[in-house]
């Protein structure tokens, strides 16, 4: 496979190439007798500007990605793993899961204020039902503004005084270099992230040995295990970015611990699960949680919130 180029589909944003890069830096080392090129794909999130939760369908973020690698015009694709839908195509294979950043959500805030600090009636940016449901859980006083762009058009509607506040993910921050705009890092106890948060995806075909076996060299194996469990609790559940559902994972000491939410917005209550067990079991620990959290009350939840 010495001197094969390959192709390596992202989409456009400045946070999207700066994670691309990341993976292609990664790689590169990991194969010196490869050569990689970046390209742009735009991708229905992308070119439709209104809230998520408004767009049919999955994948508003990855299908052309994944139908570039599925046509040959590209060889490897690289998503945010939070965006890649828990089913994928027959042909198409997730060859690495980076390691995971900070899973946690970050709160900018007009003059440096933390959550506890804002006023009553505050607008909180943010284009994810799971942010806002959360959010009116922890301070039902305080509106959620649906916003939608990238992460430096979502800081300047703060920097103008738009509104009072966002939330977004702490790694995309810190990828953009401006985790220092953050007023504060929100808990885990209070702000559950979307499953995969953190973590990247690096996606093949599957009939594509060679790339498959370049881009496995990304690949973190705790985090493969940690969203895997996560991914197979939203896959049961079947969440998606309309549905208020959260979950994360980690990997210690040989267990696997893995917390799950769903959120019901008009009833202002969440119902919320914890497992633990073997490693080896990511996919069936995520299921049982589902089970267990459906059985609680969350499949009333969801038959209600679902379209």
């Known amino acids: 496979m010495t001197g094969r180029t390959l192709i390596v589909g992202t989409r456009g944003s400045r946070l999207a190439r700066r994670q691309t890069d990341g993976v ?28 998520l939760s408004e767009i049919a369908g999955e994948g508003v973020f990855t299908k052309e990605l994944e139908e570039a690698l599925l046509n040959g015009q590209i060889d490897i694709a690289v998503h945010s793993l939070k965006d890649l839908p828990t089913t994928l195509h027959h042909r198409l294979v997730l060859a690495a899961v980076t390691r995971r950043e900070d899973p946690r959500d970050a709160l900018v805030a007009t003059g440096g204020r933390t959550l506890a600090q804002l006023g009553e009636g505050a607008r909180i940016g943010t284009g994810s039902v799971r942010r806002a449901a959360q959010l ?5 006083d305080l509106e959620p503004i649906p916003v939608r762009g990238n992460v430096d058009t979502r800081l300047k509607k703060v920097e103008s005084g738009d509104i009072e506040a966002i939330i977004v993910a702490a790694a995309a921050l810190a990828r953009l270099g401006r985790l220092d705009a953050a007023s504060e890092l929100l ?10 948060q953190g973590a990247l995806a690096v996606e093949t075909r599957t ?10 060299a990304a690949d973190d194996p705790d985090s493969r295990l940690a969203t895997a469990a996560e991914r197979a609790f939203l896959s049961r559940l079947g969440g998606g970015c309309r549905v208020p559902v959260a979950a994360f994972a980690t990997v210690e000491n040989g267990q696997i611990r893995l917390r799950g939410l769903v959120v019901d917005p008009p009833a202002g209550r969440a119902v919320r699960g914890e497992i633990s067990g073997d490693p080896d079991d990511a996919e069936s620990l995520g299921e049982r949680l589902a089970e267990s959290l459906l059985a609680k009350g969350a499949s009333d939840i969801l038959e209600e919130l679902s379209p």
């Not at 009116?136 to 039902?140: D, K, S």
């Not at 009939?207 to 496995?216: K, M, P, T």
């Open 136 to 140: 009116l859980l922890l301070r039902p």
């Open 187 to 196: 808990p885990l106890e209070a702000m559950l992230p979307a499953p995969g």
């Open 207 to 216: 009939d594509d040995a060679e790339a498959r076996e370049v881009a496995s």
């Open 24 to 51: 292609v830096a990664t790689l590169q080392r990991s194969r010196p007798d490869c050569r990689f090129e970046v390209r742009a794909v735009r991708t229905t999130g992308d070119r439709r500007p209104q809230p």
